[in-house]
């Protein structure tokens, strides 16, 4: 829906004649353009690429005229891109960052929320450190990247720059209630496309596989779902991070009919997600859920409560049939990941005493990981040779941070968390004076989103993978500015009650 004439950008026709004909050859040169470029389209692609063409320039003029109006729109096809999708149209320049729809739709967005900012002002609101520490960051991996590893800047675009971008449109863009509302419907939508295609990828039902590519890109993950990612670990998180929101569906429906479908989506998606064989994401949800319920105790403790007695008792049933699952006892008993992780961790550890202040550079763990690595001896846990997992990656965000980033790069990562934790507590305890629907309902799923996120980040390093840092930071603005409209509320409300 759009908003009322009133609160629409005017579009002021030109004044004066020198005016209206500036208009009128603008107009005629950018017909010009669209046939010349039409006319060799036709030439190089025939008509099947003119077209193809033609709906294209009709999507960007509808697109360009929905932005204006409602850019939020723009953002939540944005959310679909970076979701896993960019892999559908996925254009590899060397050197340079990819042609993807993610990266296209997020300069459409900037040049949109500009020309609507020209329309119609918006001016930045406290609290502004965050959003300091967010630019800072971003600009000093930027320099790290172009210092120490230039070739990495692709990488830099997807792991950096789009969460930066996230933050600013959750803060700016996405905090009213309403848009967040329908952020969560199409998130929930997403989140049951990647449960079905867990459940059917592990039970080989091809057809329901889409895009087949899921099928036929080569990996190393045997016997594990792993999605429109392709990458288990990815897709186990990513499926817990929404799981809080069909939680927070299926406990605020109102009739049982509802209720009932989304305790089906609800468990489709756990099934997807135990199909994975992430144990990271299986810990970091379950991790998640716990903190839902801690914020939420007035409204969903004893739901939550319930139902995660009837899930242990599901999951330790549906454990014990498949215990002769041989890939299912692996996972769960292997301890050689372990071991790879507590190199992994000691190897970043000896890079940070190396390089304490600005770290090895951006990206540069695989390049410089054989001239750190050595022979263990852990107190209790024993000896752990340096031939365990010897090509093994990084596999978290916060040890490997601190090798690559350094203390400078770590500590303004450490100020955005701390931040966001203190906008999560000053928003729950504003309820107490305010008592609305955000800070009773919608804080505790985001709260347990963010969890989620820190939590599987201690096992698992997904840095360098949008989908899951550009959620984050989106929700992660959202809250922030969630609390300074709470604590402006919870100030004029202290101001009128002390007044005589």
Same mark, same amino acid.
């Given at each position: 829906?759009?908003?009322? %004439?009133?609160?629409?950008?005017?579009?002021?026709?030109?004044?004066?004649?020198?005016?209206?004909?500036?208009?009128?050859?603008?107009?005629?040169?950018?017909?010009?353009?669209?046939?010349? /470029?039409?006319?060799?389209?036709?030439?190089?692609?025939?008509?099947?690429?003119?077209? /193809?063409?033609?709906?294209?320039?009709?999507?960007?003029?509808?697109?360009?005229?929905? +932005?204006?109006?409602?850019?939020?729109?723009?953002?939540?096809?944005?959310?679909?891109?970076?979701?896993?999708?960019?892999?559908?149209?996925?254009?590899?320049?060397?050197?340079?960052?990819?042609?993807?729809?993610?990266?296209?739709?997020?300069?459409?967005?900037?040049? %949109?929320?500009?020309?609507?900012?020209?329309?119609?002002?918006?001016?930045?609101?406290?609290?502004?450190?965050?959003?300091?520490?967010?630019?800072?960051?971003?600009?000093?991996?930027?320099?790290?990247?172009?210092?120490?590893?230039?070739?990495?800047?692709?990488?830099?675009?997807?792991?950096?720059?789009?969460?930066?971008?996230?933050?600013?449109?959750?803060?700016?863009?996405?905090?009213?209630?309403?848009?967040?509302?329908?952020?969560?419907?199409?998130?929930?939508?997403?989140?049951?496309?990647?449960?079905?295609? +867990?459940?059917?990828?592990?039970?080989?039902?091809?057809?329901?596989?889409?895009? $087949?590519?899921?099928?036929?890109?080569?990996?190393?993950?045997?016997?594990?779902?792993?999605?429109?990612?392709?990458?288990?670990?990815?897709?186990?998180?990513?499926?817990?991070?929404?799981?809080?929101?069909?939680?927070?569906?299926?406990?605020?429906?109102?009739?049982?009919?509802?209720?009932?479908?989304?305790?089906?989506?609800?468990?489709?998606?756990?099934?997807?997600?135990?199909?994975?064989?992430?144990?990271?994401?299986?810990?970091?949800?379950?991790?998640?859920?716990?903190?839902?319920?801690?914020?939420?105790?007035?409204?969903?403790?004893?739901?939550?409560?319930?139902? !995660?007695?009837?899930?242990?008792?599901?999951?330790?049933?549906?454990?014990?049939?498949?215990?002769?699952?041989?890939? *299912?006892?692996?996972?769960?008993?292997?301890?050689?990941?372990?071991?790879?992780?507590?190199?992994?961790?000691?190897?970043?550890?000896?890079?940070? $005493?190396?390089?304490?202040? *600005?770290?090895?550079?951006?990206?540069?763990?695989?390049?410089?990981?054989?001239?750190?690595?050595?022979?263990?001896?852990?107190?209790?846990?024993?000896?752990?040779?340096?031939?365990?997992?010897?090509?093994?990656?990084?596999?978290?965000?916060?040890?490997?941070?601190?090798?690559?980033?350094?203390?400078? !790069?770590?500590?303004?990562?450490?100020?955005?968390?701390?931040?966001?934790?203190?906008?999560?507590?000053?928003?729950?305890?504003?309820? $107490?004076?305010?008592?609305?629907?955000?800070?009773?309902?919608?804080?505790?799923?985001?709260?347990?989103?963010?969890?989620?996120?820190?939590?599987?980040?201690?096992?698992?390093?997904?840095?360098?993978?949008?989908?899951?840092?550009?959620?984050?930071?989106?929700? %992660?603005?959202?809250?922030?500015?969630?609390?300074?409209?709470?604590?402006? +509320?919870?100030?004029? %409300?202290?101001?009128?009650?002390?007044?005589?």
């Amino acid at each position: 829906m759009f908003r009322a %004439a009133t609160d629409s950008p005017r579009i002021v026709a030109p004044a004066g004649r020198g005016a209206g004909v500036l208009y009128g050859l603008s107009l005629l040169a950018v017909s010009a353009l669209v046939y010349v /470029i039409g006319l060799r389209v036709f030439q190089i692609y025939d008509l099947q690429g003119l077209t /193809i063409f033609a709906a294209g320039l009709f999507l960007f003029f509808v697109m360009a005229i929905i +932005s204006i109006q409602r850019i939020e729109i723009a953002i939540l096809v944005w959310v679909v891109s970076i979701s896993g999708f960019r892999t559908i149209l996925l254009v590899d320049l060397p050197g340079l960052p990819d042609f993807t729809p993610d990266r296209l739709l997020l300069i459409w967005v900037i040049c %949109a929320g500009i020309l609507r900012s020209l329309a119609r002002p918006r001016p930045a609101f406290p609290p502004y450190l965050p959003d300091f520490l967010v630019i800072a960051h971003t600009l000093y991996l930027l320099g790290s990247c172009l210092t120490a590893n230039p070739e990495a800047f692709n990488m830099w675009t997807r792991s950096y720059l789009m969460p930066a971008a996230g933050y600013f449109f959750g803060k700016y863009l996405m905090s009213d209630v309403r848009w967040f509302q329908r952020l969560v419907y199409l998130l929930v939508a997403i989140n049951l496309y990647m449960g079905l295609t +867990s459940v059917a990828q592990h039970f080989h039902w091809n057809a329901l596989v889409w895009p $087949k590519t899921i099928l036929t890109t080569q990996h190393s993950f045997i016997n594990r779902s792993v999605g429109i990612f392709i990458q288990p670990g990815v897709l186990g998180i990513f499926i817990g991070m929404v799981l809080p929101f069909q939680f927070y569906l299926h406990l605020t429906a109102r009739s049982l009919v509802a209720r009932v479908l989304h305790m089906g989506g609800i468990l489709l998606c756990m099934a997807g997600l135990l199909f994975t064989y992430t144990r990271s994401g299986w810990l970091a949800t379950g991790v998640g859920l716990l903190v839902m319920a801690a914020l939420g105790h007035r409204v969903y403790m004893r739901r939550l409560a319930i139902y !995660g007695v009837v899930t242990v008792v599901i999951m330790g049933t549906g454990l014990l049939s498949l215990k002769q699952d041989a890939f *299912l006892q692996e996972r769960l008993e292997t301890e050689s990941t372990i071991e790879g992780r507590i190199n992994v961790a000691a190897t970043s550890y000896h890079m940070w $005493k190396s390089h304490p202040l *600005l770290g090895i550079g951006f990206r540069r763990f695989n390049d410089l990981a054989a001239d750190y690595r050595e022979t263990l001896e852990v107190p209790i846990y024993g000896l752990i040779k340096v031939s365990i997992d010897p090509n093994s990656t990084t596999h978290d965000i916060y040890i490997s941070v601190l090798a690559e980033e350094g203390i400078v !790069g770590a500590a303004l990562q450490a100020g955005i968390y701390i931040l966001i934790f203190r906008a999560l507590l000053l928003t729950y305890r504003a309820r $107490k004076h305010t008592g609305d629907i955000v800070s009773l309902y919608f804080l505790p799923p985001v709260g347990a989103t963010l969890a989620t996120y820190i939590i599987g980040g201690g096992t698992f390093d997904y840095r360098f993978f949008e989908s899951l840092n550009s959620h984050f930071y989106l929700f %992660a603005g959202v809250l922030i500015a969630w609390s300074a409209n709470r604590v402006t +509320s919870v100030k004029t %409300a202290s101001v009128s009650s002390a007044s005589p």
